[in-house]
C-alpha cells in the first residue's frame, strides 16, 4: 500500500462508524463528502446473538469475523485501502446498529494502518 502525504491533510486519516438503523446515511455523506467512501459491513455475520449469549466477547469480534468469513473482511479491508490510496482521507464503516462489525472492521483498519505507517494519525469517530 504505497500512501504518500499528498493523499491526506496533515497524515490524518479519519474514520466514522455508524448504525444504518440510526443514522441518516445523507448525514454520513455530508460528513466525508462521497458516497462511494461508505463501505457496508452489514454483509458480514452478525456476531450481536454470540455476544448475547456470552459465547462472544466484544473485543474478540474482529477474530470472529476473520473466522467466519475471512475473504469478505480482507475484501471490505481491501476495498478501505483503496480509498486512501485514491486520496479519501475520511472513510465511513456502517452496519446495522453501528456497534460490532463497523467498529471491529474500523479498529482492524486503523491497526493495519498504524502498522505499516506509524506517520499516520488514524482517528475513529463513532456516531
Known sequence: MEITQNHTQQNTI?????????????EIIDIIGRKDSIIDC???????????????????IIKWLL???????????CESKNLIINGHNTIAFGCFGGKHRSVSL???????????????????IQK
Open 106 to 124: 474500523a479498529r482492524a483498519f486503523k491497526q493495519i494502518v498504524n502498522n505499516l505507517y506509524p506517520q499516520y494519525i488514524v482517528n475513529i
Open 67 to 77: 473466522k467466519v468469513a475471512t475473504t469478505t473482511v480482507i475484501q471490505l479491508l
Open 14 to 26: 479519519t474514520i466514522f462508524t455508524f448504525g444504518f438503523q440510526n443514522t441518516d446515511v445523507n
Open 42 to 60: 452489514r454483509i458480514l455475520p452478525d456476531p450481536c446473538v454470540y455476544i448475547m449469549l456470552g459465547m462472544l466477547d466484544e473485543e474478540d
